[in-house]
């Protein structure tokens, strides 16, 4: 980490309890919440908005790391890749086809539905201004809604600017998100160095 920031003994209040719900969900606190308490009244706000964008997701969880695969690649973030990555494995049902989203999803064996979805998120995380109305109407063509078409936008956009903030602050990927298998780890390698 590039700046300082609370670590779990000096943490109180608000930044203390998000520190438990961490520690209880993973056995660790992540440098991607740490990253936020260099600035200590940040980390509530970030967590609130976080915790209502993926309560309020209108698609599923699978869909949710697929986006942010895509986002993650493009920004590029390594620590994203690995995480979303790690956890898609299950997912997919292998680290091949995670391997294979990630080269290219378009050849993956995805759903169009999933393709459409990924090909949107993938022009929003280059550049959003290219989004056009065609994009929408392939999205409505394969059956997605308005919200969930703004939660797609969301969940890519949400990534753009986390994924940046981490590694500007230098929140690096923690060891149980990096995956064994040099090919896959450095597949999801796509930015800074491990």
């Known amino acids: 980490m590039f700046l300082r920031t609370i670590e779990d003994e000096q943490a109180t209040g608000r930044v203390a309890e998000i520190y438990e719900k961490q520690k209880a969900q993973l056995g660790f606190v992540m440098e991607a919440a740490k990253c936020f308490t260099a600035r200590p009244d940040l980390l509530p706000i970030y967590t609130d908005f976080s915790d209502r964008i993926r309560a309020g ?3 599923g969880l699978r869909e949710w790391r697929l986006i942010t ?27 091949e086809a995670v391997l294979a989203v990630q080269r ?3 050849t993956a064996g995805l759903s169009d539905r999933d ?9 929003i995380a280059q550049d959003a201004s290219r989004v056009s109305h065609t994009d929408i109407d ?28 981490f590694d500007a602050t230098g929140a690096g990927t923690e060891a149980v998100f990096i995956d064994d298998d040099t090919e896959f780890r450095t597949s999801m390698s796509v930015g800074r160095s491990l």
């Open 138 to 165: 392939r999205l409505h063509a394969v059956g997605f809604s308005d919200q969930q078409i703004c939660d797609i936008a969301l969940c890519t956009a949400f990534r753009c600017f986390v994924s940046r903030f």
């Open 57 to 59: 997701f209108s698609l």
């Open 69 to 95: 695969l895509i986002a993650a690649k493009h920004i590029p973030s390594t620590y994203c890749s690995h995480v979303y990555g790690k956890q898609l494995i299950d997912d997919l049902g292998s680290k």
């Open 115 to 123: 393709v459409e979805m990924l090909a949107y998120a993938e022009k």
């Open 104 to 106: 290219d999803f378009r």
